[in-house]
């Protein structure tokens, strides 16, 4: 693993198919001892995935029609 003059950590790619990153990901860091441990955070907004599974749409739209009801008063 190398470090940059930014102090920028390059995980090798092993590292990351061990623990499943398959993009960027945040994380956070903590220091035990003289060990530096990196922990992947959860995303904000895949902990909303599935959340409104089954929700269902009260009203449709019909999109055909939508310029009928857009309001061009203000053009």
């Given at each position: 693993?190398?470090?940059?003059?930014?102090?920028?950590?390059?995980?090798?790619?092993?590292v990351?198919?061990?623990?499943?990153?398959?993009?960027?990901?945040?994380?956070?860091?903590?220091?035990?001892?003289?060990?530096?441990?990196?922990?992947?955070?959860?995303?904000?907004?895949?902990?909303?995935?599935?959340?409104?599974?089954?929700?269902?749409?009260?009203?449709?739209?019909?999109?055909?029609?939508?310029?009928?009801?857009?309001?061009?008063?203000?053009?």
């Amino acid at each position: 693993m190398a470090v940059t003059r930014q102090w920028q950590i390059y995980i090798p790619e092993e590292v990351r198919e061990a623990l499943a990153w398959t993009k960027p990901e945040k994380a956070k860091v903590e220091i035990k001892g003289k060990t530096i441990v990196v922990i992947p955070e959860e995303s904000k907004l895949m902990r909303l995935a599935g959340k409104y599974r089954g929700v269902a749409v009260k009203k449709k739209v019909d999109l055909s029609k939508i310029r009928d009801r857009i309001d061009y008063s203000w053009l």
